[in-house]
């Protein structure tokens, strides 16, 4: 029976429409339109897969993150393929690899009710490892040589995204120590600027979550953009291909709505080894020993131990944040 309530074809539509205004300015036309295509026809392919797949008994919500996570991927990878240089005849080989990789890693780490974070961990290191593997293959059979080779290699979107984040950090922090410009001069930059110039407080804010965005995997703004109304999430997007966007609004605005928004978050939890224990204890109250072992037959070494150490009142030694996924993993599957 098909997923009800999965549209695939719209859903790959909307991705790619949002993804439009993230392609790289630079890229020729022809090069835009390969990376649009790319992710369109992959997410396409991929929706319809799972779309008509009747044994894994999907729902809509995982099939859509499934479409999603291989759009998001086809996006990067399409951009390092093309500032590779490699010649573009092995570009579609190289993305069906990379595709096919996803596909299959995320169906299966899913059927098996993996957290979203080790999930799409697993998924990031066998795209890089699949991506890497590809490129020295062709130099293997002396399609490449190794210059080439090592050029392509080097090519990350997401480590490039990083490295634009820290520049901007910088360039923040040396606007933020220079003298403030005279009202008029001020006025008069307001007028040549249309985030200063014509925002509401909503717009303001909405920049500045674009400037956090910039910042971030791709996949992971995803995930927020889903959750903004569908005006507001275009916004973002739009401010977002703003590639001097940080220079458009002002330190102390940008400080403003950013103090404003910590103040709507939700407070982190304290993750210390003796809330994790406790929880731990109520999630597996009621049930038996035997069938707690049956139920953690099929995990790791370590996640039993911490499990059946807590249970003793005692703490086995795992990073606090790992810990809570694992209890809150088994809190959702009793």
Same mark, same amino acid.
């Given at each position: 029976?098909?997923?009800?309530?999965?549209?695939?074809?719209?859903? =790959?539509?909307?991705?790619?429409?949002?993804?439009?205004?993230?392609?790289?300015?630079?890229?020729?036309?022809?090069?835009?339109?390969?990376?649009?295509?790319?992710?369109?026809?992959?997410?396409?392919?991929?929706?319809?897969?799972?779309?008509?797949?009747?044994?894994?008994?999907?729902? /809509?919500?995982? =099939?859509?993150?499934?479409?999603?996570?291989? +759009?998001?991927?086809?996006?990067?990878?399409?951009?390092?393929?093309?500032?590779? !240089?490699?010649?573009?005849?092995?570009?579609?080989?190289?993305?069906?690899?990379?595709?096919?990789?996803?596909?299959?890693?995320?169906?299966?780490?899913?059927?098996?009710?993996?957290?979203?974070?080790?999930?799409?961990?697993?998924?990031?290191?066998?795209?890089? !490892?699949?991506?890497?593997? +590809?490129?020295?293959?062709?130099?293997?059979?002396?399609?490449?040589?190794?210059?080439?080779?090592?050029? =392509? @290699?080097?090519?990350?979107?997401?480590?490039?995204?990083?490295?634009?984040?820290?520049?901007?950090?910088?360039? *923040?922090?040396?606007?933020?120590?220079?003298?403030?410009?005279?009202?008029?001069?001020?006025? =008069? *930059?307001?007028? /040549?600027?249309?985030?200063?110039? @014509?925002?509401?407080?909503?717009?303001?804010?909405?920049?500045?979550?674009?400037?956090?965005?910039?910042?971030?995997?791709?996949?992971?703004?995803?995930? #927020?953009?889903?959750?903004?109304?569908?005006?507001? *999430?275009?916004?973002?997007?739009?401010?977002?291909?703003?590639?001097?966007?940080?220079?458009?609004?002002?330190?102390?605005?940008?400080?403003?709505?950013?103090?404003?928004?910590?103040?709507?978050?939700?407070?982190?939890?304290?993750?210390?080894?003796?809330?994790?224990?406790?929880?731990?204890?109520?999630?597996?109250?009621?049930?038996?020993?035997?069938?707690?072992?049956?139920?953690?037959?099929?995990?790791?070494?370590?996640?039993?131990?911490?499990?059946?150490?807590?249970?003793?009142?005692? #703490?086995?030694?795992?990073?606090?944040?790992?810990?809570?996924?694992?209890?809150?993993?088994?809190?959702? @599957?009793?």
């Amino acid at each position: 029976m098909a997923i009800q309530g999965f549209n695939y074809q719209e859903f =790959a539509q909307n991705l790619t429409q949002q993804a439009v205004e993230l392609v790289p300015k630079d890229f020729s036309d022809p090069e835009k339109q390969y990376v649009v295509n790319t992710l369109l026809n992959f997410s396409a392919l991929a929706g319809e897969a799972l779309y008509n797949d009747t044994e894994s008994n999907f729902t /809509a919500d995982q =099939a859509m993150m499934i479409t999603q996570i291989i +759009a998001e991927w086809a996006f990067h990878k399409s951009v390092d393929l093309i500032r590779s !240089k490699l010649p573009q005849e092995y570009w579609d080989p190289i993305m069906q690899k990379i595709a096919f990789t996803i596909f299959e890693i995320a169906k299966q780490t899913f059927k098996q009710g993996l957290p979203q974070d080790q999930i799409l961990q697993l998924i990031e290191h066998h795209v890089k !490892k699949t991506y890497l593997d +590809a490129i020295a293959e062709l130099k293997d059979k002396g399609l490449i040589d190794i210059g080439l080779m090592e050029q =392509a @290699s080097k090519q990350s979107n997401i480590d490039a995204m990083m490295q634009q984040m820290s520049e901007e950090q910088a360039a *923040a922090e040396q606007q933020q120590a220079q003298p403030q410009a005279p009202p008029q001069e001020q006025t =008069a *930059a307001a007028a /040549a600027n249309p985030v200063q110039s @014509s925002s509401t407080p909503k717009v303001m804010k909405l920049a500045t979550v674009a400037l956090l965005f910039q910042k971030m995997k791709q996949e992971k703004v995803q995930t #927020f953009l889903d959750k903004f109304n569908t005006d507001d *999430a275009q916004t973002v997007i739009k401010y977002m291909g703003m590639q001097d966007l940080d220079t458009r609004v002002s330190v102390p605005t940008t400080l403003k709505c950013l103090n404003e928004i910590r103040t709507y978050l939700p407070k982190p939890q304290e993750l210390s080894p003796s809330k994790i224990v406790l929880k731990l204890q109520k999630v597996t109250e009621g049930i038996e020993r035997p069938q707690l072992e049956q139920m953690l037959k099929q995990e790791r070494m370590k996640v039993k131990r911490l499990v059946f150490n807590a249970l003793e009142g005692e #703490f086995y030694e795992v990073a606090p944040k790992v810990a809570n996924i694992i209890a809150t993993h088994i809190e959702d @599957s009793v």
